[in-house]
C-alpha cells in the first residue's frame, strides 16, 4: 500500500550548526507528523510556527531559522505474513 500525505520539514541554516533540514514530529511519540491534506499541514504550520515569519531575531544569527515548508510524503507500508 503506497499513500502520499503531508509532513513539515523544519528548516535553519546558521554558522554555528550550518544547514540543516528535517521533519518535524510528534513530541510525546517521537514519529513525523502526517497530515492528510496539504491543507491541514498548512494550517497547523501557520498555527504553530506562524511566529517566526514576524520574528527578524530568529531568522539571523545564531538562531538562522526559516519558515517550516510544507513536503509531500509517500508512505509505503508492507505487510508481512508469517505462517
Not at 514530529?25 to 496539504?38: I, K, N, S, V
Not at 545564531?62 to 510524503?73: E, I, S
Request: one cysteine or more.
Amino acid at each position: 500500500m503506497n499513500r502520499t500525505h503531508w509532513a513539515i520539514k523544519w528548516r535553519s541554516s546558521s554558522l554555528l550548526d550550518g544547514k540543516q533540514e528535517h521533519l518535524i514530529c510528534a513530541p510525546e511519540l517521537g514519529l513525523p507528523l502526517l497530515f492528510r491534506t496539504r491543507k491541514d499541514a498548512r494550517w497547523y504550520r501557520e498555527a504553530v510556527y506562524g511566529y517566526i515569519r514576524e520574528r527578524i531575531d530568529l531568522q539571523s544569527e545564531p538562531h538562522g531559522w526559516r519558515m517550516p515548508t510544507v513536503v509531500a510524503v509517500n508512505v509505503n507500508v508492507k505487510v508481512k505474513v508469517t505462517p
